[in-house]
Structure formats: C-alpha cells, structure tokens
C-alpha cells in the first residue's frame, strides 16, 4: 500500500469529521447551556391572569433560522446566571451582539435601521396620542426570527443589492463580501409580494383601527383600492415582479415610510418620479398623476363614473337585445315549419309542393 | 289540431301578391320566394360566402379571443377562487401576461390582415368593375326596413322574410361592433401595456388645457388611464357574454344550423340559408355560377311537369 492510499483514507477521514463538527453548531453556540432547560417541549408556566407562556426552543429551527449564529446571551441581555429570574425586559433589537460582520472592528447591531424606522411614520414619537402609541408596530411585530421562506431568485443589478448592504455595512470591503450574500439580498425585500401585502393589510386593511389612530382620510382604503389596482391583482395571483406595498412606500433602507407630506417620503409629490422610474424607466410629471390606488367615485371622477354607467347599459342592451332577437326569429322560423337539423339535404321537412307561376300568368 | 292552428295562423297573413312572390330570372325562370324549403342543400355548404382569407383571419381571431378572455379575465377578477387556478394554467401571473400581450399582438395582426384583404379586395373589383356596395358591409337603410319586415315576418304578420344582401342587418351590426370593439380594446390595451408612453403621448399644454376645464377629473394622461382601466375590461366582459351568449348560439344552434354550420371553415353557405336570409346575393350566385342556374332550372321544370300531371 502506497503513502498516497494513506492520504486518500486521511483525507476522507477528515472531511466526515468536519462534517459532524459543522453539523452540530447550535450545540455549540449554545456556551451558557440555556438548551439544557429549554430543549423541553413543554416548558412554560401559566403566569397570574392565567395566560400561558411557553418558553421551548427547538435547536432545529433555531439552527436553520437567520439568528442561528447570535448566542442566546447576545440578545437575552438581562440574564447573567443560571437558573435565571423572572424575565422582565423586552429583547431589544439594537442591542450588540458578538457577531462581527467582515472587514469592520465592531459588533453588529440593528441600531441604524433602528434609528430609520423610530424617524419613520411607524416610530413613536413622545407626542403621541396613547392609542396610537399602542397600535405602532415595533420590530417583532413584522420580523420573527425563523424567516424562512425563501424568496424567488432574480437577477437584478449589482448596484442596487449593494444598497441594501450599505444600509449596515461599510463600504469598504463589502463588494468583496458580495459573493457570500445569500439569496435574500437579491431583491428588494427578502419577503414576497405576497407576504408583504398581507403583513401591511393586517393593520390597514382594519379601516375601525386606522380610524381610532386618526389616519389621514385618503390611506383609510388604501388596501382596498390597491387589490383594485393591477399592482393588487397581479400579486393576488402570485406575481412576483409587480409593485408591493413596500416597493412604492419605502426607500431601499426598507423601513423609511413616512406620510406624503414629509419631504423624506418615496410618495412625497418631489420623490414620486424617482420612485417610478424603479419600474417605469419613461416616467414623467404627467405619469405620477395616474391613480395607483384608482378610487371610482361620482365626485372625484364624474367622467369614468358615468363612462362606467354607460357601459353597464351597453352590455345589458346588447346581451338582452341581441339574445331577444334570436329567440323571437327562433321562434317566427320554426312556427314557420323550420327543423333544427339539416337532415337529408334540407331543415324544412313535411312541406307541402313548390308554387310555381301558373301557365296563364307565364302567358301574359 | 296542429292543422287548424295552421290553417288559422296562415289565414291571419296577407295573401302574397304574384309579383313579389316571384322573382324571374333570364334563363332560370321564377322563383318563388320560399324556393329554400324545398332546395336540396349540403350541410357544409354549396355555395362561395367567405374567401380563405377571411376563414383564416377568422380562426386567426376565435384562437386569440379566446386565450385573451383565458389571461385576461382571471385579472379582472382576481379575487375570485377560480381566478388563480385559471391563471396558473398559463404559468403564473407573470407568465400569463406575456401570454395575453402575445395573443394581443397576433390579433392586432389579424385585424390588420383583414383591413389589406379588404382594402385590396375593394380595389381589385372596382378595377375590374363588378364592385357593387349594396354586397358590401356598408350599412343602408334598407337594412333598416329588412329588420322592420323580418319582425314583422317572426310575428306572422307577413308571410315571407325580406329579400336581403349577402350582409344582412344582424351581420352589419355584430361587424361595426367588433370594429368599436376592437378599437376600445386596444387603445385601452396599449394605453395600460405603455402608461408612461402614454404620457409622453399628450403634450403637456394639450393636458393642461383639458385638465383645467375638467377641474376635478385630475389630469387629462391620468384620466385617459381610468377610462382605459374601465373599459378594456368592460369592453372585453362585453365581448366575451355577446360572443359566447349571443354569437355562438346564433350561428349554430338556431334551427337548420344546428349543431354545426360550417361556413367558418369551409367559407361556403348553404343553399336554403342563402335564399332564405341571402335572397339577392342568391341572384347574383345565379348569374355568376352557371351550376347553380343549371340546378334551379331543372329543380322548377321539375315542379312544373308534377304539377302539370
């Protein structure tokens, strides 16, 4: 046996070694043994309003989710010891974790899109009303950890993905990193169409909330009259590449949505061509001007509205007239003697002989 | 009974006159208007209607209408449960609208097809002399007055159908609705596929001038991009229930064209159908087919020596 053999069954050796080491990482994240409790199915209490909480994780999903790499300590801040108290504190997104992203000395955090969002329309602001305070949604309203639905792949330009990398990273360095982005960063969001336009219904599709936390007047049916429009449609029928609610309402930083009033709003009247032309490449003063959530009313649009009657009436009056029509000579021919098939070389069997001019006429 | 109720109804129509009964052809002899109950016909036609370009611009339309209406309508109602299933068969929602601008695009074809085939057909028969519009789609009064007598023939009230041209009254009307229609559709349809051409379309005094007469409709590009909304899919609900309510039945499930006519393929009319509903384009058949004299001659000689035995 040769020393290249030897090698060979080194090698191999090896490489299920380190497939065995790579396989059991969440075990291995796991430094505080925090899984030693709550790898148990059941674990949980029943807290004094009789509400129950459950507190298991499972590794599985937790090692397949986007955080697999954070240990738990990262996040879970406030526990220093084991067994650990009661928690009481909330996580807080922008808090660091260890995890640090290439080509930079510091810990990653959420802080900066943090600090966008707390600007946007969505942030509380100290002045708010109390139940407006309560309807806003906070980080884990929209974002769960296992986010595991994979977005379809297409091939969109470099530059743009590269934005959404800035949103966190430096610049420095994060083209080389490019080859390590994984599938999500290929489009705008990482979740569908779909997805995105169900998340944004759940609270503005409900017209009594948005009426309790005073929403402008025109975004009370917002969600209604986007399904209406093509954007709506073509995504309720599983489009993957038509306008959602973010593609239109947030810049690439994702959660910049603000009303269209602020100068900073994708919908501001000033913004509104560029945001566009991200689909619309001839998009002028004129363009904007089209209704993407096309309302149909009297008032607003006499002229479509009575253009819509006057359809309505041309479809009836042709339906009505024209299968009136048919029936009324189906019924004039076949009083006449007229059969339904052509059978033997003619439709009107049983008649009497042909007339034909009488001998004396023909005479004349 | 049947023969009383018979005897009663034909008592209550006028006796017709000798002279509108008959129609005497040099070298045929007359023909009595209800000639067509007693005709020998093929049910694939006997005789020319429709050359092979209308037949292929025809098929050319029934295939894209239809694959139109199958993209098109899961669209319009998107929020239906059958709309997704529908849309799937054509490989997703995005899949479906290339599908759909596809199809609109061969149809456009087809339309432009038919706009040369008549256009050079025209100029072919005035060349040649024989163009006559009374055989055309042109619309008259007379198709008017037919319609007048054909009710006043369904209700019994006359004993015999109008004499009419190769395009009757039904005919015309069904051709100057496909024209409107097809009109609607695709400028709407291109107003939607290019809403940003479409703007660039308008000049912007042109727009300004129409939006501020129009004050509340906002602008006149965005206004023009409702309407179109509006009535590409009106338009093409409507087409779509006249078609497969109204068209399909009238063609081929009335009597005698049932369960098929297949003049859509064939381009050739039967010969009871054309004396009855065609009566004076079956004259010009006669003068142009000397078969077709042949065979009316010998049919009325025929009757003639029954009836004289």
Not at chain 1, 38 to 49: M, Q, T
Not at chain 2, 23 to 49: C, F, H, Q, W
Not at chain 2, 128 to 149: A, G, S, V
Not at chain 2, 162 to 174: D, G, I, L, N, T
Request: glycine residues 4%; hydrophobic residues 40%.
């Amino acid at each position: 046996m040769s020393a290249n053999h030897l090698w060979k069954a080194f090698f191999c050796c090896a490489v299920v070694f380190i497939c065995l080491v790579i396989s059991s990482t969440v075990e291995a994240l796991d430094k505080e043994d925090c899984l030693v409790c709550h790898k148990y199915r059941f674990i949980g209490r029943i807290d004094e309003n009789g509400k129950r909480h459950y507190y298991n994780v499972d590794e599985h999903i937790y090692g397949n989710s986007l955080h697999k790499n954070v240990a738990c300590n990262d996040c879970h801040t406030s526990i220093s010891k084991l067994p650990h108290e009661p928690v009481t504190e909330d996580v807080n997104c922008a808090t660091e974790c260890h995890i640090r992203p290439p080509f930079t000395q510091q810990n990653f955090s959420h802080q900066k899109i943090i600090n966008i969002y707390n600007e946007s329309v969505h942030g509380i602001k100290p002045d708010d009303p109390p139940e407006l305070k309560q309807a806003k949604p906070y980080c884990k309203f929209c974002h769960l950890n296992p986010l595991y639905t994979k977005a379809e792949e297409s091939r969109i330009d470099f530059d743009v993905t590269l934005k959404r990398c800035l949103n966190c990273h430096q610049k420095k360095g994060v083209t080389q990193a490019y080859i390590h982005i994984n599938h999500r960063l290929r489009k705008k969001t990482s979740r569908s169409p779909q997805e995105i336009v169900k998340l944004c219904s759940k609270c503005h599709a409900d017209v009594a909330l948005m009426k309790k936390i005073h929403a402008p007047k025109d975004s009370l049916d917002a969600v209604e009259t986007y399904n209406r429009s093509i954007h709506g449609k073509s995504v309720a029928l599983g489009s993957q590449t038509v306008a959602d609610c973010i593609s239109c309402h947030a810049s690439n930083a994702l959660h910049d949505i603000y009303k269209k009033e602020n100068k900073k709003a994708t919908i501001n009247e000033d913004n509104l061509q560029q945001t566009c032309r991200q689909c619309h490449a001839q998009t002028n003063s004129w363009f904007v001007q089209i209704a993407v959530h096309p309302r149909v009313e009297k008032e607003h649009n006499p002229i479509v509205y009575f253009a819509g009657i006057f359809f309505r009436i041309m479809l009836y009056g042709a339906v009505f007239g024209m299968i009136g029509l048919m029936l009324f000579e189906t019924y004039g021919r076949r009083s006449r003697g007229i059969k339904f098939l052509l059978r033997n070389g003619t439709s009107w069997r049983g008649k009497s002989k042909i007339r034909t001019k009488s001998k004396k006429n023909q005479e004349d | 009974m049947s023969n009383i109720s018979q005897d009663a109804a034909v008592s209550v129509e006028a006796p017709a006159a000798e002279e509108d009964y008959f129609t005497y052809v040099e070298g045929v002899g007359a023909i009595p208007r209800d000639i067509y109950k007693y005709v020998e016909s093929n049910p694939m036609g006997d005789l020319p209607r429709y050359s092979v370009h209308i037949v292929i611009q025809h098929l050319l339309v029934v295939a894209t209408f239809l694959v139109l209406a199958a993209t098109g309508l899961p669209v319009y109602f998107a929020d239906q449960f059958w709309a997704p299933y529908v849309i799937n068969v054509f490989g997703g929602a995005d899949t479906a609208r290339l599908v759909h601008r596809i199809a609109a695009f061969t149809m456009i074809f087809a339309c432009a097809y038919h706009i040369v085939t008549i256009i050079g057909g025209t100029l072919r028969k005035i060349i040649n002399r024989e163009f006559d519009y009374k055989r055309t789609m042109i619309p008259r009064l007379k198709d008017l007055l037919d319609l007048y007598q054909d009710i006043k023939y369904f209700l019994r009230l006359t004993p015999y159908r109008p004499k009419m041209e190769k395009f009757m009254y039904k005919q015309k009307m069904h051709y100057y609705a496909i024209i409107w229609g097809n009109a609607v559709l695709i400028t709407a349809g291109t107003a939607l596929l290019f809403p940003s051409l479409m703007t660039h379309l308008f000049p912007d005094t042109l727009g300004q001038m129409i939006s501020h007469t129009l004050e509340t409709g906002g602008s006149f590009p965005s206004l023009f991009q409702d309407l179109a909304r509006l009535m590409h899919a009106d338009e093409a609900v409507m087409a779509l229930i006249v078609v497969a309510l109204w068209h399909w039945s009238n063609v081929h499930l009335v009597p005698g064209r049932f369960p098929l006519q297949w003049a859509f393929l064939t381009g050739k009319i039967t010969r009871e159908h054309q004396i009855e509903e065609h009566f004076l384009e079956y004259l010009n058949n006669l003068k142009e087919i000397p078969e077709e004299r042949e065979y009316m001659k010998n049919l009325l000689d025929k009757s003639d020596s029954i009836k004289r035995e």
